[in-house]
């Protein structure tokens, strides 16, 4: 099966956002074993920056203790592994760095064609969580304002039409604000394909709640560094909704 169908199936999904760069080895096995037990759909892994060598380790650790798929999530162009499954091949189509909607892609391409990873093309969407987030200050775009649901639609149509298969909604690492229910279920309504949703999101209620306003994947990543144990109830929470 591809890992595409599995976005498309029916029935919500949890990612688990693992970041390289800050659990320990026994860290990650935490989180693979309780990630199986709970039913976690995808391992997404990246991060704003790497500041080690760990990116390849991880994986091979999720990957020994989990029978989940692992998807880069990748921050820049360093972040390539053959050991994942699938490759989020972000197009920055919130901001206006040529860099983040093609020039970064250009040169990571002969090294994605090698890799044998399935790309999942993705339209990537910062919205204003309230303040600067890593990928705003990193990608040097502004994100889009939480209240322009014209912008944030349009944005997502003109994804879909360029062939884009996914598009994520993100609201950055640590987002004071989650993407807002209004602006997720108008997005939703305005596209045929997969939407994601991530950032800034706490507690499995709202998870949940950016679920049932049209998010087909939640990505959580902060929330469960803090609290681990909460993995089993997050997943339940997106999964009980229909
Ligand atoms: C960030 O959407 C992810 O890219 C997850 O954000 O760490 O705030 O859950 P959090």
């Given at each position: 099966m591809k890992l595409y169908d599995l976005f498309t199936k029916p029935g919500k999904k949890i990612a688990v956002l693992v970041d390289p760069d800050k659990p320990t080895d026994?860290?990650?096995?935490?989180?693979?074993?309780?990630?199986?037990?709970?039913?976690?759909?995808?391992?997404?892994?990246?991060?704003?920056?790497?500041?080690?060598?760990?990116?390849?380790?991880?994986?091979?650790?999720?990957?020994?203790?989990?029978?989940?798929?692992?998807?880069?999530?990748?921050?820049?162009?360093?972040?390539l592994s053959n050991k994942a499954d699938g490759f989020l091949f972000l197009s920055l189509i919130s901001g206006r760095n040529a860099e983040m909607l093609i020039g970064r892609h250009v040169i990571a391409a002969p090294y994605l064609k090698l890799s044998g990873l399935e790309i999942l093309p993705t339209g990537y969407m910062l919205i204003d969580s309230g303040k600067p987030t890593s990928v705003s200050y990193m990608s040097n775009t502004v994100p889009i304002p939480n209240d322009k649901f014209d912008i944030a639609i349009c944005t997502a149509m003109a994804g879909e039409m360029l062939g884009m298969k996914l598009i994520f909604l993100e609201g950055g690492s640590g987002a004071e604000r989650s993407v807002s229910d209004e602006m997720i279920k108008m997005v939703h309504g305005s596209i045929n394909i997969p939407l994601i949703v991530g950032g800034g999101i706490r507690t499995p209620e709202r998870a949940a709640q950016c679920a049932r306003a049209g998010a087909d994947v939640i990505v959580i990543g902060n929330a469960l560094e803090k609290e681990p144990g909460l993995l089993s109830q997050f997943a339940d929470a997106v999964h009980g909704v229909i």
């Open positions: 026994e860290q990650i096995i935490q989180i693979a074993k309780r990630s199986q037990e709970s039913g976690v759909d995808f391992f997404f892994v990246g991060g704003s920056l790497l500041t080690n060598d760990n990116l390849d380790s991880c994986i091979k650790l999720l990957k020994i203790h989990a029978k989940i798929p692992v998807i880069l999530f990748p921050g820049n162009t360093n972040q």
